[in-house]
């Protein structure tokens, strides 16, 4: 009986916390107030186990995780372009993403999932374009 009511709570435990994921949308513009080929918004703070759907709200965009910008043990992401692609992000940092064809142009965003108020080590460490490099500076100083 013991181990019954244990199994219960633990899939009770899983429920709730399937039940507590919140959905984001992330939009790839090639234009906003903040200027040329960008993701609205620039950055965001989710949780463990929280999902966010890129949208191309136009067309030519995709979104992809950023080689060496994600946290040990996450999984790489890449979208097809002109495509939305939902990801739900299940390990705590700092995830920088990309749109492939607007990379140089700048056109990059940071997921924080988790408390941390520091990208994990390394993730500045990448070469990329300097407009790319500025857009996740900006990203980070705002979240």
Not at 12 to 24: R, V
Not at 76 to 104: D, L, M, Q, R, S
Not at 111 to 129: K, T, Y
Request: proline share 4%; net charge negative; glycine share 12%.
């Amino acid at each position: 009986m013991f181990r019954t009511i244990l199994g219960a709570t633990a899939a009770s435990i899983m429920l709730a916390g399937a039940a507590t994921a919140e959905d984001f949308e992330v939009h790839m513009m090639n234009r906003s107030d903040r200027g040329a080929m960008v993701f609205e918004p620039p950055s965001l703070r989710v949780a463990i186990g929280d999902t966010v759907k890129f949208v191309a709200t136009d067309k030519g965009h995709n979104a992809e995780s950023i080689k060496g910008m994600i946290p040990e043990g996450a999984d790489t992401f890449k979208g097809a372009i002109n495509e939305e692609v939902t990801v739900t992000f299940t390990e705590e940092g700092f995830y920088g993403i990309k749109c492939n064809p607007h990379f140089g142009m700048g056109m990059v965003m940071v997921v924080a999932v988790g408390d941390s108020a520091v990208p994990q080590d390394g993730f500045l460490e990448g070469r990329m374009p300097k407009k790319a490099k500025q857009g996740i500076d900006d990203a980070l100083s705002s979240l």
